[in-house]
């Protein structure tokens, strides 16, 4: 029976292949997207890595629907506004 530090390699470059599929397919996912779910997912990003640098307030109306208002604190470059 071998050690179970002998398998480790090939268990990583599986891992790393997942990894590396998962990526690709998310990436290809998100092209298919119109620009605005884009944005949108990127703004829900921006908000579970940078908490302090947004706001969001979530609105439930007695239907049931519920509104998701995500704003940023930090004022956009240039670059950045859409």
């Not at 119109?34 to 640098?53: G, K, W």
Request: charged share 20%; net charge negative; aromatic share 4%.
């Amino acid at each position: 029976m071998s050690p179970p530090d002998e398998n480790l390699p090939l268990s990583s470059f599986i891992q790393e292949e997942m990894i590396d599929r998962a990526s690709q397919n998310l990436a290809h996912l998100l092209g298919q997207f119109p620009p605005i779910v884009r944005l949108r997912l990127l703004a829900f990003m921006h908000l579970v890595e940078y908490p302090d640098t947004m706001r969001a307030s979530l609105e439930i109306a007695p239907s049931g629907t519920m509104r998701l208002i995500l704003d940023t604190k930090v004022t956009p470059g240039l670059a950045h506004r859409h």
